[in-house]
């Protein structure tokens, strides 16, 4: 067992965190090629973080402990927008009472439950696509899946209320260091352009309430949304302010995650002619199982997160190496995802390879894992299903330019670099 952290660049945190934020992939790479597969980076904020991509410790930080690998200490920065009560704020007891409340609005049948309503809002969506000129999906995918999430997710219909949350909402999940620093320093609210955020946010919470208030006074067992669920399993154990954090909470982790992933797989298809005409095979025969397949390949290929951080709370042994308490230590999507000692010709799309077996755990982690596995995985591909079905059975797909897109990192996740430009035409 080493007792040293494992090795890593020598350049300042200053110019680390610099290159972590605009060339995220590439320093990847290249600590990985230089280090191996454990190395650490700098961060500004006394941030050290040891980067895993071999599958069995990344296996051995999912089944730690929780008392020991606290996610929510890692997800610290949105607890001025997501609140004290949020699933992915807390840890260990206060944790796990959050994630049981939630669970049954994830489970089979409550995803089957919203099928239809998911297909309908893709429908609407995919039928106001430009067609023979190229348009950026991924700003097409941000509304439908915004969509999605108020109306399935919040269970919000036409009408007042519901026109004046998009825009906020839009707004809201625009996250980006400067507001993210607003939030950090609660004084600096008073000064613009903090200003704006600290009053957007009032005004979204101010909307939300009323809603939950509505809906506390509605008949909400007939109702298939996540709120209404909580409110008629547990409406009487939670407090408003319990309900808001929590929505809040599913609204900025699944929304744009959702809307860049499908932007990543229409990217890869208008590319990919043989698996194009796969997919709209399936499309055509409902085979949802292969529309699931592309969705986690493209996930594969593109993973929106990178790192799965979890932050130490004592001494404790991974990959070898004895790591001190404050430690955070990350497996690493992109990393894992295109190692070919576990992903055959990895630069390939193939969707085949999620089809059949299982892969070995810990070689394919888009929503990372253990007790805090992303609790919409589930929604989000059945999801990404419902917007494949609804545009490959109407239209054909070729990139607006031959050349792919690359990674650019936008906040935690890494978007396409131009909004994934592709052409749509109606199918013959
Ligand atoms: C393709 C889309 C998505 C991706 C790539 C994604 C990815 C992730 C990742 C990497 C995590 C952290 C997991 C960990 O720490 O082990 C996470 C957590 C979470 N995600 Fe997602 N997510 C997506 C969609 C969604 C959707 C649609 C929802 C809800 C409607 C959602 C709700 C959550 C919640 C509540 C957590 C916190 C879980 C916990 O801490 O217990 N996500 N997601």
């Known amino acids: 067992m080493v007792t040293a952290l494992p090795p890593g660049s020598r350049l300042p945190a200053l110019i680390q965190t610099a290159l972590f934020m605009t060339v995220r992939p590439h320093l990847l790479r290249r600590m990985r090629r230089l280090h191996g597969d454990v190395f650490t980076v700098r961060l500004l904020g006394s941030k050290t973080v040891v980067t895993l991509s071999h599958p ?14 606290h996610a929510g200490e890692g997800n610290e920065i949105l607890r001025p927008v997501m609140g004290p009560h949020s699933v992915m704020i807390t840890d260990e007891d206060e944790h796990l009472r ?6 049954p609005a994830f489970n089979g049948a409550a995803l089957r439950g919203y099928g239809d309503m998911m297909a309908d809002l893709a429908e609407a969506n995919v039928g106001t696509w430009p067609t023979g000129r190229p348009f950026e999906v991924h700003e097409a995918m941000n509304e439908v899946t915004l969509e999605i999430i108020l109306r399935v997710v919040f269970g919000m219909s036409d009408g007042p209320r519901l026109t004046a949350l998009r825009p906020r909402i839009r707004t809201l999940t625009d996250i980006n260091p400067i507001t993210a620093l607003g939030w950090s320093y609660p004084a600096l609210a008073k000064l613009p352009p903090w200003r704006g955020s600290a009053d957007n946010l009032r005004e979204v919470d101010r909307l939300l309430y009323e809603e939950i208030t509505d809906r506390r006074a509605a008949d909400v067992t007939a109702r298939r949304d996540v709120l209404s669920r909580l409110l008629s399993v547990a409406g009487t154990d939670l407090t408003d302010a319990e309900l808001r954090d929590q929505m809040i909470t599913l609204l900025l982790a699944g929304h744009e995650t959702t809307a860049t992933a499908l932007a990543w797989t229409f990217h890869d298809l208008s590319r990919n002619e043989p698996v194009l005409r796969k997919a709209q095979q399936a499309a055509d025969t409902d085979d949802e199982d292969y529309l699931q397949a592309v969705a986690k390949e493209a996930l594969r290929r593109h993973p929106i997160i990178q790192n799965v951080p979890r932050v130490l709370t004592e001494h404790t042994a991974i990959a070898g190496h004895h790591l001190p308490a404050g430690t955070i230590v990350a497996p690493n999507t992109t990393l894992a995802h295109e190692d070919p000692a576990h ?8 969707p085949e390879r999620f089809l059949g077996k299982p892969l070995p755990l810990g070689t394919w982690i888009p929503f990372g894992g253990g007790v805090r ?3 919409g995985a589930g929604f989000s591909l059945k999801e990404m299903a419902a917007v494949l079905r609804a545009a490959l059975t109407r239209y054909d797909l070729r990139p607006a330019r031959q050349a792919p897109e690359f990674a650019k990192p936008r906040n935690i996740t890494l978007i396409p670099s131009r909004g994934a430009r592709i052409i749509a035409t109606p199918r013959g």
């Open 56 to 69: 069995s410790h990344i296996r051995e930080v999912f089944a730690g402990t929780p008392a020991v690998f």
């Open 343 to 350: 992903h055959e010709a990895p630069g390939e799309f193939r």
């Open 98 to 103: 959050s994630r049981k409340l939630l669970m």
């Open 373 to 375: 596995r992303c609790l």
